[in-house]
């Protein structure tokens, strides 16, 4: 039996979030291990499905964002705190490295990611001077043979991360609409798209087939299930059950107090383009020449056709 879905990325992310929560490392790090759940809004959703709640906000759950389309940082003090760090299924207060040096071989390190290929390579991007939570786990997952756990939607699909990261590098940019950043590609990953998760959940094969959209729908991936009846009918109910799941909002960061290079950085709210404020908060209509107006009836650098879709990337 063959089905078609067609997630948006909140979709994905909700479906991606539940196969992690039911991977068996996650099952061995509860038993033995800690279970860190580092900063993303993808692990947003991951710690609500592992801690059973609704209370964190997955677009506060992370300090790197793209968001207002761009590159972007969130406010230290209006973020949800992170990481989550559970010993033994228990919540506990510890740092990373707190965690790491209890050392358990069963301790995995959960860290989205922003690209991903074909040859199952994830990357990540890094704007901190000392490369963040790469920079804080990095030597301890690689040197020890730690796993590193990586939910991604294929959204972030590209051809190869190891020449996306080739290509980035916070220094070498002359140039950032938004914040400067450099890469990593994660090693000891176990990568989970929405293809894994529709394996591990539901016990079938699946094919990413399509992208695209436009609206609440920019990013979409249309996927292809296949195998027995009885499996292919799981993967239906469980895509069905999470059809609906809200877009995801925009959170971002105080351009005036940013601190990496980027255009914009050290500006008003005032002095932005229409486009970088908080446009979350506003519709755009186009005029009968294409130029873009918000609700509050000002005008949108730009027309409609050099304009993106203000909707979730």
Known sequence: MKAAFTLIPSESR?????GVAAMKEIKDAREGGYTIICGGTTNGYVAQEILGVTDIAPQKYTAGTICNRVLC???ADK??????ILYKGNRVSKSIPEALNDFHLKTVIIKGANAIDSKGKAGIISSGFDGGTMGATLGTAVSQGLKYIVPVGLEKFVPSVEESCSWAGAKTLDYSMGADFGMFMVPNAVVVTELEALRILAGVNSKHVASGGIGECAGAVVIIAEGHEDSVKKA???VENIKGEPVLP?????????????IYADKDESSLPEWLRDIHTHSFQADSGGRLFSDTGQLSQGKMASAPSAGKR
């Open 79 to 84: 973020r949800s705190p992170f990481p989550i």
């Open 250 to 262: 925009g959170f971002k960061g105080t351009c005036k107090t940013c601190r990496y290079k980027c």
């Open 14 to 18: 909700r479906l991606i979030a539940k």
């Open 236 to 238: 239906i109910s469980i």
């Open 73 to 75: 940082t969130t406010d």
